[in-house]
């Protein structure tokens, strides 16, 4: 079984940084994919950057540019720095990892090709 534990959460102003970090116990070991995921009050999860193990990423058009993910030392923690931090930018923030063959069609920003869940690290934006 794999947990995940989220940290760096936190309330910042707009224009701030905040950097995300997500430690995996247990066996964590995939070929496919990793990531961060949000959901603020009211509207559904979305899909904020992922990594594969290759090392491709992949981000959301809306924080492309201003985040930045990685897996940090040891390979067992995954991290999201996040710059210009904006309002919108509000959520709850989850970190997420794929062990399973899912079905190809579902793509890697999509939540459900995950199966492990962190509980959630809540960031929060003031104008």
């Known amino acids: 079984q794999v947990q995940l534990v989220e940290s760096g959460g936190g309330s910042v102003q707009s224009g701030g940084s905040l950097r995300l970090s997500c430690t995996a116990s247990?066996?964590?070991?995939?070929?496919?994919?990793k990531g961060w995921f949000r959901q603020a009050p009211g509207k559904e999860r979305e899909g904020v950057a992922v990594i594969h193990n290759n090392g491709t990423t992949i981000y959301a058009d809306s924080v492309k540019g201003r985040f930045t993910i990685s897996q940090d030392k040891p390979e067992n923690t995954l991290a999201l720095q996040m710059n210009n931090l904006k309002p919108e930018d509000t959520a709850m923030y989850y970190c997420a990892a794929q062990t399973m063959r899912t079905n190809p069609a579902i793509q890697p920003l999509n939540a459900m090709r995950y199966n492990y869940w962190g509980q959630g690290t809540q960031v929060t934006v003031s104008s």
């Open positions: 247990g066996y964590t070991y995939s070929n496919h994919w």
